[in-house]
């Protein structure tokens, strides 16, 4: 027997317990709360390294980073010290009334200092808030309020593209471009609008390359320039690579053309670093990765390695000096600079500094995982396996000589995600693409043991198929 029943017996009173008063009063985000109730949710208690443990005391390899923010890994002491020091000392401050407070100063110091310059510009200031969404939330304020100063306030336009995510607040789900976000809520509020994105393996022509397609795609962002009017549009905001659209890496054509379009329209480019920095493509930026230079760049999630909430804005000084001279901006939140937030995110960027964690993605586990990961394309079921830096997908196709998908119905992808979960590996489902984002601090031999556990998700995943007579005609 090797039913899941059987590896997994019933769950412990304890955890019933909290699963029951769970469905009673917790709103979980992006959840169908009937099916979750029906379930019961998996209770996590502890976690060190890559594993997290379950309240039924199972072992589950983290391949997402908790949500692709653990960079540094779990049990880290020295964050969890960092927090309590600043707690004892000065627990918080606001930085509203003329005031400030060390760990933001000395953060603010530090990100800009890590942050090359982009023609010759430097990112001279930072923009604290406490996630990702409020840091897009303000990007729109932002970018606003730089063209008034500007003198071209009909300059409001913000363009994004489709299967984007920047965050789940009215302006940020809106600059986001998830269908099923936007039909709840009349979203995008007006002002932003959207191309597509540069996938292509949903949008190349036939033979065409790569390299031609990326620049055919960047070249969308043209048209919809010329469409809404030149005079128009205010920013393009842009994930380096797609995350929670389903790690969607562009071809290397894509970003330098998309970066003289911009050059050429003078319009601010935003770099929505939320996933992208602080090691996971290899680089502290992403726009390093891409030889792009962004006006504005988002960060969040790994900034202190998700141990405790913090977001903001990298401003590069083209924009900040205007922002500056033009007078109070009338934005901020409470816990802009937070003392506590910022201590664990110096804490944080001094570890990753430490060991070396975005050179060693960008020049040993990085390549590495690339190469492990390719070896999965042959699987029968994997189409095509695909990796940047410390970001991966594979995608699920019923037939891999076409790559002709399964019918959306079967919900494949959901069948591989709750195998990899009693296998013993996080990995998440976006449709039929299977993805991960590990910690970087994982070893060559952390890889191997992902790579082996996503291996037997697959099988077991490509068992069910063929009992249930699924797989392609002629393959067995
Ligand atoms: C997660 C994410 C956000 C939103 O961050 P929150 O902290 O969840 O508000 C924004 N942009 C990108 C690219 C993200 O991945």
Redesign the pocket.
Known sequence: MNAPADRFPSPSAHTRALQALDSAHFLH?FTDHQALAAKGARVITRAEGIYVWDSEGHRILDGMSG???VNAGYGRRELAEAAYRQMLELPFYNAFFQTTTEPAVRLAQRLTALAPPVNGRRFSHVFFT???????DTNVRLVRRYWDLMGQPQRKVIISRWN??????VA?ASL?GMAGMHAQGDLPIPGIVHIEQPYYWQHRRSDETPAAFGLRAARWLEEKILEVGPERVAAFIA?PV???GGVIIPPETYWPEVQRIVDKYGILLIS?????AFGRLGHWFAYERFGTQPDLV?F??AVTSGYI?L?GVLVNERVARVLIEGGEFTHGYTYSGHPVACAVALANLDLMAREHLPERVRHDTGPYLAQRFAELTDHPLVGVAETCGFVAGLILVRDKATLAPFPEEWAVGMTCRAHCFDTGVVMRAVGDRMIIAPPLVMTRADIDDMIALIRRALDATWADLRQQGKTAPGVS
């Open positions: 985000p949500l692709w923010c406490s996630s990702g969404s409020e840091a897009n984007a995510y920047h965050g789940s607040t940020a986001g994930e797609q995350g929670a929505d670093e939320v996933i992208c988002t969040a999630k909430p977001g």
